[in-house]
T-cell receptor, first 116, second 111 residues
């Protein structure tokens, strides 16, 4: 089946630094990937839609200058949390759909970000 | 924004029992997806439903896309300890691939 790989699985960083999270589709091409954020014991909230070769589309309330998204190829999207603060600590998850098929969204294993 | 009402919020059952959970909405959706999430991991797709009235099985799991396109249920038969986790319903609307998630059902299976 379709596999989405996310890296790193865990990261701890200091306030003010930037962190890059990678999302790769391993055995299929994904023109569109999605980035979600999940707080403890809560559901997933869509942050942005990552489009290959074009600018990402951000959901209302998500700062595009803080959460930089780059989708440089059909198998890779990156999310960079810039100038991280403790309130950015969360579980970040990406997903990708298999192009040309009935919608079947597959998720990466998530990245646990802790900002100290 | 769009909201999915998922119930129950949590369930505590004995191994071997059947489980049922559902999601409803006031809006019409094109696709219903059911996911399971284990702690510290991403959601894993269990069943995808694309047509109103569609009934689909995946092993011990059965899910249906409501005829009104505003609801769906997921049944798990003969539960086992590894069924423990959080189950989410998720939907798409129109031509979008953006998912709206329910709040999840936390399942605990006592051996």
């Amino acid at each position: 089946g379709a596999v989405v790989s996310q890296h790193p699985s865990r990261v701890i960083c200091k306030s003010g630094t930037s962190v890059k999270i990678e999302c790769r589709s391993l055995d299929f091409q994904a023109t569109t990937m999605f980035w979600y954020r999940q707080f403890p014991k809560q559901s997933l909230m869509l942050m942005a839609t990552s489009n290959e070769g074009s600018k990402a589309t951000y959901e209302q309330g998500v700062e595009k200058d803080k959460f930089l998204i780059n989708h440089a190829s059909l198998t890779l999207s990156t999310l960079t949390v810039t100038s991280a603060h403790p309130e950015d600590s969360s579980f970040y998850i990406c997903s990708a759909s298999v192009s040309g098929q009935d919608l079947s969204l597959h998720f990466g294993n998530g990245t646990r970000l802790t900002v100290t | 924004g769009q909201q999915l009402n998922q119930s129950p919020q949590s369930m505590f059952i004995q191994e071997g029992e059947d489980v049922s959970m559902n999601c409803t909405s006031s809006s019409i959706f094109n696709t219903w997806l059911w996911y399971k999430q284990d702690p510290g991991e991403g959601p894993v797709l269990l069943i995808a439903l694309y047509k109103a009235g569609e009934l689909t099985s995946n092993g011990r799991l059965t899910a249906q896309f409501g005829i009104t396109r505003k609801d769906s249920f997921l049944n798990i038969s003969a539960s086992i300890p590894s069924d423990v986790g959080i189950y989410f319903c998720a939907c798409t609307q129109g031509g979008s691939e953006k998912l709206v998630f329910g709040k999840g059902t936390k399942l605990t299976v006592n051996p």
